[in-house]
């Protein structure tokens, strides 16, 4: 059952194309909750397969990412704090991941649009607290579109090793697959971390 799910899935991205993922990455950055997961590491698989571009299916996840994160930034620097708080929910926007987006972008400042893509939850809702309070559209777009680089990579390059197996779905190829992603998300995250507190220390100073 679980073999059928995964190559349903599989084969609706193949059948969508590159606007395909564009479309459903702008939905997953916009406040409409929709995971990424079933989007971008299908498109790493495919690739691994040679169905697929790699680097094209890169670029269409960040640029869907951008648009969807550009349009949560205008709604909320247009409708303002107020009528989100009170009209919120009927778009999946709750007054809690409210807060709790408001309190990162707060604690962290601009850099948070680019911290925050990388956050469970926060994610998908850093870019509100970015159009209220009217932050520069440059340096959004631009660290929207890093932290999205870099999120989809890691996705795309989970759904690649996994299209290197054959048997996919086996057990041993999925404990395969987490080693070697461990081994190269771990790294990469220590760096960012890294950068980040060195940054905040700075900034701090």
Do not use: C
């Amino acid at each position: 059952m679980i073999e059928n799910v995964v190559h349903t899935i599989v084969e609706t991205i193949f059948a969508m194309g590159y606007p395909g993922i564009l479309l459903l990455m702008m939905i997953e950055s916009s406040f409409i909750p929709f995971p990424s997961e079933l989007v971008v590491p299908p498109a790493g698989y495919l690739a691994a397969q040679g169905r697929m571009n790699l680097w094209v299916a890169l670029a269409a996840a960040v640029i869907g990412s951008v648009l969807g994160a550009l349009l949560n930034y205008w709604v909320a620097r247009r409708v303002g704090e107020p009528f989100l708080r009170k009209f919120g929910r009927y778009f999946f926007v709750s007054p809690k991941g409210l807060d709790r987006a408001e309190a990162f972008f707060n604690r962290h400042g601009e850099i948070s649009t680019f911290v925050g893509r990388l956050v469970p939850v926060v994610r998908q809702l850093i870019s509100i607290p970015a159009g209220l309070s009217r932050m520069r559209l440059i340096p959004f777009v631009a660290w929207t579109a890093l932290g999205a680089a870099i999120w989809s990579a890691v996705l795309l390059y989970g759904g690649w090793l996994l299209g290197r197996h054959e048997s996919v779905l086996r057990e041993a190829a999925v404990q395969a697959y987490t080693t070697r992603a461990l081994v190269f998300i771990l790294p990469s995250l220590v760096v960012l971390i890294g950068l980040y507190v060195w940054w905040h220390r700075r900034r701090s100073r």
